[in-house]
């Protein structure tokens, strides 16, 4: 990035030198050299990425220490080692793949976990080496079964050969092009043994070039239901119960290419998301040079398995590419299309609310809606010649509130005079820029498990300000992937597609009306301007809601133009006081954001590693174990 850039965007946004500024200083009084180094992108000056280097420094000190711990995190979690499920690792043996076959045997067979058997399913026609080694595999150690299949084989066939002759308790999936950590049954198998509910259990992946440089880590998020219907967020590895894999249909000839993502798609909709369980450790590695890539096979049966997950769920719902190699769900609008009110509140700041005004009623294409502007105090005659115009002419209703500035309670005043099935909160210095933004909003928010939705939001310099909230930034909530330029689709493409987030920011939220009464609307008492998103986000998942952020809604935000900051002394106190009450109130979400892995900073809000890994609860992520500080 040229310097003729940061200076063009430190005037456009006064606030991004400080903040650029004040989070080095944080991450090097935090992190130190290395953690600096892993923010810092030296072409382009800003916190965007995690450099391979880097991570492999980071393998080096957290790693090792979590692997020799092993059998102590199951020890700890089970009376007796013995007591835990015995487990089959499934691996489908192919000609193509017979010289890394030897290496993903090997890799089963040093796992710390004592109870497992290794079913290698293979067809009896298969190239001499690839049979070669699995027999002798077999002949060698009796934990390992060769199940050979007559004729030619899809690798979905072969796994669920695998599959039906498995006699574990629970099966793992294993390509004959990855390996398992030596630690990785022990791990997998915790959340079982905490929970006799258990049922499926998946962990973070990465890869291995071959002369044994990790790179590419994926960390992944606990369960993400709309994530996981944009990419396969499980991916490998993961555990599942046999009998729910087999009751579910086992793998299907059908979707060879996906088998496992369908089979997950499937499984899990069998269960509750508290019977699944996320380990935030690397378990499995790629043998690969570079990231792995979703193939054409791999998409083209996993969207026909996104669509009949739909059916299924009688969702009715079109299923597209995404962007980079990902999906797009497109939920359909009920008919006729549900009544929308758009509240804005408003103090004066004309050119503002005219350009947030107008740009809705130019490029909008949904077909029923109304403007509710919240006029807090306005004062210049301009801007009240304008309200009134827009009132006389029909083009919005106008609540006067002459109160302090209370966001919240502008807010909740606003919906309780609305009737409309869909309330939207927009604030007054936001500007539509897709036609499609409230139709998407929409159809999501009507589905019968959402609660906020949020939407795709961007500087007028075309770096992303919100791409959905994580809790813990700055000790509080903060934005996701924030200061992302356009076009770069973040970290494991995150930025680009519809997923489940803990929070949205109501400068831009969709939600129905009944479900906004339902918890109350925005804490006006303890909250009034900062964070009453967050905690309203928070007590809707509290109720079984799940909060959606969508790329596909996208609108550009002159953040807190109006507001303006918080550095006066009255402010900060306020501020003080709101972090503080957020604090307490959701103290368990905001150290271990669910829709974020603790593998990943909260001094930066880019995804980048954290230095140290966080330790998590074992009551949600289960499975993780105390993560050991750096060594001096």
Not at 159 to 179: K, P, T
Not at 441 to 468: C, K, N
Request: aromatic residues 8%; glycine residues 6%.
């Amino acid at each position: 990035m040229s310097l003729g850039r940061h200076l063009r965007r430190a005037w456009r946004d006064p606030a991004w030198l400080p903040h650029a500024v004040a989070t080095t200083v944080k991450i090097w009084r935090l992190h130190g050299f290395w953690g600096v180094l892993s923010h810092v992108d030296p072409d382009r000056f800003t916190p965007e990425r995690s450099s391979s280097s880097a991570y492999r420094r980071w393998n080096r000190l957290y790693r090792a220490d979590r692997q020799e711990n092993a059998r102590g995190a199951l020890a700890g979690r089970a009376p007796v080692p013995d007591a835990g499920p015995f487990m089959s690792i499934l691996l489908v043996a192919d000609e193509s793949r017979a010289e890394t076959l030897d290496a993903a045997v090997g890799s089963a067979l040093r796992q710390a976990y004592p109870r497992f058997e290794l079913c290698i399913a293979i067809e009896s026609a298969c190239a001499h080496a690839a049979l070669q080694v699995a027999s002798g595999w077999a002949q060698a150690d009796t934990r390992v079964r060769v199940i050979a299949r007559e004729g030619a084989a899809t690798t979905a066939e072969l796994a669920d050969r695998a599959l039906q002759a498995a006699s574990g308790d629970v099966v793992v999936m294993l390509g004959a092009d990855g390996v398992l950590t030596e630690d990785a049954l022990c791990r997998l198998s915790v959340p079982f043994i905490e929970s006799p509910r258990m049922r499926i259990v998946y962990a973070d992946e990465d890869c291995v070039d071959m002369a044994g440089f990790v790179h590419s880590p994926r960390f992944k998020c606990c369960w993400n239901p709309e994530l996981l219907l944009s990419m396969d967020m499980v991916s490998n590895p993961v555990a599942i119960s046999r009998h729910l894999a087999r009751e579910a249909g086992g793998f299907r000839a059908a979707f060879s290419g996906a088998e496992q993502y369908d089979l997950v798609l499937r499984c899990s909709d069998r269960v509750e998301a508290d019977q699944i369980a996320h380990v935030p450790v690397v378990l499995y590695r790629h043998r690969s040079r570079r990231k792995p890539v979703p193939s054409d096979a791999f998409l083209e049966a996993g969207a026909r398995a996104i669509v009949e997950c739909l059916e299924r769920r009688s969702v009715a719902a079109a299923v597209t590419a995404g962007p980079g190699r990902t999906w797009r769900v497109r939920y359909a609008l009920p008919e006729p299309a549900p009544f929308v009110s758009i509240v804005i509140p408003t103090r004066d700041a004309l050119a503002l609310l005219r350009t947030c005004v107008d740009s809705i009623r130019r490029l909008t294409d949904y077909p029923c809606y109304e403007l509710l502007i919240v006029d807090n105090g306005s004062a210049e005659p301009a801007t009240i010649a304008y309200l009134d115009a827009l009132r006389t002419e029909g083009h919005a209703r106008i609540l006067r509130d002459d109160g302090p500035f209370n966001f919240a309670a502008l807010n909740n005043r606003a919906v309780a005079a609305s009737d409309a099935d869909v309330v939207v909160l927009l604030n007054n210095d936001v500007e539509v820029v897709s036609p499609g933004w409230l139709r998407e909003m929409v159809s999501i928010a009507m589905q019968s498990w959402a609660g906020a939705v949020g939407a795709r939001l961007w500087y007028p310099d075309g770096t992303l300000q919100h791409g959905g909230v994580v809790l813990g930034y700055g000790g509080g909530a903060g934005h996701a992937h924030k200061y992302l330029r356009r076009g770069n689709p973040g970290s494991q493409g995150r930025a680009e597609v519809i997923q489940d987030y803990s929070a949205v920011t109501a400068a831009c939220m969709a939600v129905k009306r009944e479900r906004y009464l339902e918890v109350e609307g925005l804490d006006a008492v303890n909250l009034a301007v900062g964070f009453n998103d967050v905690d309203f986000c928070l007590r809707l998942r509290e109720r079984g809601y799940r909060n959606v952020w969508t790329p596909f809604a996208e609108l550009y935000h002159h953040e807190s133009a109006t507001r303006g900051s918080d550095d006066t002394p009255e402010r900060r106190v306020r501020f003080e006081r709101e972090l503080a009450y957020i604090q307490k109130r959701w103290a368990g979400m905001v150290e271990d954001d669910p829709a974020y892995s603790p593998n990943l900073t909260l001094a930066a809000e880019d995804f980048s590693l954290a230095w140290p890994p966080r330790a998590t609860r074992g009551s949600r992520r289960s499975g993780a174990a105390p993560v050991p500080e750096p060594p001096q």
